[in-house]
């Protein structure tokens, strides 16, 4: 065979490879993207841009991606590149708007939504509104949404979500039920089921709701910290330990994982593993209150009551009501000798109707004496 024949073939193999290639990684990123793993689709579409820069597809999938991230700078930046291709999906306008929304420009996002009349559209109308404090606004376009033609699924769980952030759990129930109706499995619906259950007290329901979040997006934050905090509050601590050794690996600069990590040394009754925890993260717990309590609690058991003293006195003055701080606070007055002034502490929240356990106990200790 002459060499020119030779290389036509080498060459239209390694053409084929290629194709092979992105449509291995665009299938992959198709399939991650529908079963809500966004952090692989993105990785995916990413692989077949990699072989083809202006795959389509791959691009669109990718800006969708980012989108649903929240990662709205880089999902305009990805929708120009888009754009540059002289290709757009139908919905690039809805897209575009969101990722708008996403980086605080509502202007552009309404100004992109000029002619949309669409759920998703009232949708987005509605979150911009919520950003300008427009509360009325909001409303009034969470009830145009509701008529609108289209997906309503994420236009219900936004509204849920909206009269949850208000801690309004009785306007949020009936569009958490629209949402459950419409789409079930999506972990919109999934999040907004759950937050409404801890607002009603339903930790079992709640956790489940978390961690059904988890199954599909094992390292989804908000899913984490909700499943760990209902999990504490039904005393599972078998199912609440990996989950926190999850976060901390997955968030190490994150100063409520570190926390909890923290708090599951605290409770193994390793306050030396606690004190050297805080010590090397001292800068990401300065603005963390329960951090910094509990770092006053490992120094005063390392007989360290001064410099106990100096770290949670500023946190109680600020946070007088919240029942950890109190209880370090008056454990470590107890320490340096002022029992009076931790019995003044304690007293008012031992009262209280929500008082914790540890925080009556201890009050009446001092009312003993």
Sequence with gaps: MPARTLWSVAFAA??????????????????????????TAGQQAQAALGDDA??????????????????????????????????????????????????????????????????????????????????????????QGRQ?????????????SWYLARGDADGARPAVRRAQAEAPDRIETLYVTGRLAQLDGEHDLASRAFLAILDIAPLDRPALLGAIAELGALG??????????????????????????????AEAGDWAGVRTLFQRNENLIADHPDSRALYAKALLEAGQPEQARAQ??????????????????AEVLIETGQAAQAREVVAPLAVRADAPEAIRRLAARLAAR
């Excluded at 299938?27 to 952090?39: E, P």
Aim: aromatic share 6%; net charge neutral.
């Design 14 to 39: 390694a053409l084929a490879a290629c194709s092979a290639a992105q449509d291995n990684h665009l299938a992959a990123a198709q399939d991650a993207y529908a079963k809500q793993d966004y952090i």
């Design 54 to 143: 202006r795959n389509v597809p791959a691009l669109a999938l990718l800006a969708r991606a980012q989108i649903a991230m929240g990662r709205g700078e880089a999902a305009l930046a990805t929708l120009g590149r888009l754009d540059r291709t002289g290709e757009r999906p139908d919905d690039a306008a809805l897209l575009a708007a969101e990722g708008h929304l996403q980086t605080g420009d509502t202007a552009a996002t309404e100004r992109l939504l000029r002619g949309q009349d669409s759920a998703d559209s009232w949708r987005l109308r509605a979150l911009a509104a919520d950003m300008q404090g427009e509360e009325a606004a909001a409303r009034i376009a969470f009830a």
């Design 148 to 160: 609108a033609w289209g997906d309503r699924s994420r236009l219900h769980a936004a509204e849920a």
């Design 236 to 265: 599972r601590m078998d199912l609440l330990r990996p989950l926190v050794l999850r976060g901390a690996e997955a968030y190490p600069r994150d100063a409520e994982f570190l926390f909890l990590a923290a708090r599951l040394k």
């Design 312 to 329: 949670i006195v500023p946190v109680w003055r600020q946070h007088p009501d919240n029942p950890l701080i109190a209880r370090i606070y």
